[in-house]
């Protein structure tokens, strides 16, 4: 069976980006399994599996606009450091704060005595993403893997998350959380 949409996959897959970094795969017998055309993987990654079947291998590259997106500025914010808890250890990098949909994760870009800029924009925003995969399974899904599938942007959003705006570049921007940037 080819994959087409509405097909479960299954794959292994190692992505890296230009500087040859490895910033994900799958773990060892634990291939990523979807349901394709319901927008659960980027989509420039979903439009090159289009056609392949179990067995096949291909390296695929996607550029930023077909993955995470570009960066975009607006996503960067100064923040009054008041905002954040006392206690919390606000330093250069990752941080996970809990906002009024959940978790909320953005980059620590400066701190100053008031104020923390941040960027909100996915981490891989504006990078060539390189995927070596092989496809493990293709068959049809099952109909409470299609019930159970949303349409999502393939960063954790889903349509049962509020009416946000996250930056996708796909029309599938409703029910996004902020800040997903996908």
Do not use: W
């Not at 990654?45 to 550029?63: F, I, N, Y």
């Not at 206690?87 to 008031?114: C, K, L, R, W, Y």
């Not at 299609?146 to 889903?158: F, N, R």
């Amino acid at each position: 069976m080819k994959i087409a949409e509405n097909a479960y996959v299954a794959m292994n897959y190692c992505l890296t980006l230009d500087s040859g970094e490895e910033v994900d795969r799958s773990e060892e017998g634990s291939p990523l399994g979807f349901i394709f055309g319901r927008g659960q993987i980027i989509p420039g990654l979903e439009k090159k599996l289009m056609g392949m079947v179990k067995g096949d291998s291909a390296r695929v590259t996607v550029e930023p606009e077909d993955g995470y997106g570009v960066v975009q500025d607006e996503m960067r914010q100064e923040i009054p450091r008041s905002q954040f808890p006392p206690d919390a250890d606000v330093q250069p990098g990752v941080f996970q704060a809990h906002g009024p949909n959940g978790p909320i994760v953005f980059e620590i870009i400066s701190i100053t005595d008031d104020m923390v800029l941040a960027d909100f924009n996915h981490p891989l925003a504006g990078k060539r993403l390189h995927f070596d995969i092989t496809v493990t399974e293709v068959r049809e899904a099952h109909p409470e893997e299609l019930v159970e599938a949303t349409d999502s942007c393939g960063c954790g959003c889903s349509s049962s998350d509020s009416q946000q705006d996250c930056g996708c570049s796909s029309d599938k921007k409703e029910g996004c959380g902020s800040g997903c940037n996908c």
